[in-house]
């Protein structure tokens, strides 16, 4: 899934998502349980980086 269509998908613009993408900002908890479930992943999955 693109970064576009997570944030059209959330209701966010693409800049933000970009910037949680990229580390320069830091999600909500809320929005990051909304990421986990529209990925289909675990939210730990988004908060451990792969190593």
Do not use: Y
């Not at 576009?4 to 959330?10: D, F, S, V």
């Amino acid at each position: 899934m693109s970064q576009k269509e997570l944030a059209e998908r959330m209701g966010k613009n693409p800049n933000t998502i970009t910037s949680i993408c990229n580390n320069k900002s830091q999600p909500h908890l809320k929005d990051l349980k909304t990421m986990a479930e529209i990925l289909d992943v675990d939210i730990r999955d988004l908060l451990v980086s792969a190593k």
